[in-house]
């Protein structure tokens, strides 16, 4: 199966992310892995080794302003970019993405599986648009992921 890890890094903290990629590789590495962020910000400072290490994609995008997230339009631009070009089967969304529905909508249409790692406060629409929601605390702790099943709203 083909799948990709698209990550808001900005938002996610750079040791939960590492464990989620590394619970992620413990049955298929992912084809592809981009973390995107306006790499200026201090909360990005620190993410650098990861990418190497990692071999992951850096994608840098502004922050113009604080009311605004261009980063959720770069997000849906290259996960849909990336559904098509690489035929991905499965994608995770990683960060504060709650307001990408309209995307997790068309990758759905297009037959791709869409599993959100995201804050306990996404809301209860986007987490029922995707096929699976992961609370991202569970990788902010050395435990790791417990299988919680679904999170969907009902």
Same mark, same amino acid.
């Given at each position: 199966?083909?799948?990709?890890?698209?990550?808001?890094?900005?938002?996610?903290?750079?040791?939960?992310?590492?464990?989620?990629?590394?619970?992620?590789?413990?049955?298929?590495?992912?084809?592809?892995?981009?973390?995107?962020?306006?790499?200026?910000?201090?909360?990005?400072?620190?993410?650098?080794?990861? =990418? *190497?290490?990692? &071999?992951?994609?850096?994608?840098?995008?502004?922050?113009? %302003?604080?009311? $605004? @997230?261009?980063?959720? #339009?770069?997000?849906?631009?290259?996960?849909?970019?990336?559904?098509?070009?690489?035929?991905?089967?499965?994608?995770?969304?990683?960060?504060?993405?709650?307001?990408?529905?309209?995307?997790?909508?068309? =990758? *759905?249409?297009? &037959?791709?599986?869409?599993?959100?790692?995201?804050?306990? %406060?996404?809301? $209860? @629409?986007?987490?029922? #648009?995707?096929?699976?929601?992961?609370?991202?605390?569970?990788?902010?702790?050395?435990?790791?992921?417990?299988?919680?099943?679904?999170?969907?709203?009902?």
């Amino acid at each position: 199966m083909r799948h990709a890890v698209l990550v808001h890094a900005g938002s996610v903290a750079r040791a939960a992310f590492e464990r989620l990629a590394e619970h992620l590789g413990e049955e298929e590495p992912p084809a592809l892995v981009r973390a995107l962020a306006d790499w200026t910000r201090p909360e990005v400072e620190g993410w650098l080794p990861l =990418l *190497r290490r990692r &071999g992951i994609a850096m994608r840098h995008h502004f922050r113009t %302003r604080e009311s $605004h @997230d261009p980063l959720l #339009a770069a997000l849906a631009v290259e996960t849909l970019t990336l559904a098509s070009d690489a035929d991905l089967e499965h994608v995770y969304l990683v960060g504060d993405v709650g307001g990408a529905t309209p995307l997790v909508d068309r =990758l *759905r249409e297009l &037959g791709v599986r869409v599993t959100a790692v995201g804050p306990a %406060r996404t809301p $209860h @629409d986007f987490r029922s #648009a995707c096929d699976d929601f992961w609370d991202l605390a569970e990788f902010e702790t050395d435990g790791g992921h417990r299988d919680v099943g679904r999170h969907r709203a009902q």
